[in-house]
């Protein structure tokens, strides 16, 4: 299957949420990152990584899922800033190359952005409801 019809079979599952479109490629490219970790290192950093992952996916999805989404959001928030201190640990102790890191920087820069706009439109929508 050709990666143009994967991405448009793979949006149509996750209801057009760039979020989770994105963090789910994240997520393969932290798998396909993981076997070359240095064998001392998968079972405490590479844990770590999958369980930030792992978090912040059910985060973002139990978010997605409520009418009231700005606790949810910030939990989420919190989750992300987990895996990005992950993803430190990883390049520090050179588990990732310093354009590898440079990548997930990137990508987690751009995660934090679509985050932060998820946040604030859900801010401006609990302050026009009436309490």
């Known amino acids: ?19 989770r479109v994105h ?9 396909r990152e993981v076997v ?3 064998k001392i290192y998968k079972p405490t950093i590479g844990q770590d990584m999958r369980e930030c992952f ?3 996916r059910t985060k973002i999805n139990h978010a997605a899922k409520l009418q009231h989404k ?16 992950a993803v ?8 990732i190359s310093e ?11 751009a995660l934090g952005m679509m985050l932060g706009g998820w946040i604030r439109d859900a801010r401006n929508a609990e302050q026009k409801t009436p309490r």
């Open 36 to 38: 070359q970790y240095p």
């Open 70 to 85: 700005l606790t949810a959001l910030r939990e989420a928030d919190t989750a992300l800033e987990c895996l990005r201190d």
């Open 99 to 109: 354009g590898q890191y440079g990548l997930w920087v990137e990508d987690l820069s």
């Open 54 to 56: 792992a978090a912040l």
């Open 23 to 31: 963090l789910q490629k994240m997520y393969s490219k932290y798998l």
């Open 88 to 95: 430190w640990a990883a390049f520090d102790v050179r588990c």
């Open 1 to 19: 299957m050709d990666t143009v019809g994967r991405d448009r079979l793979f949006k149509a599952k996750q209801h057009n949420l760039p979020i």
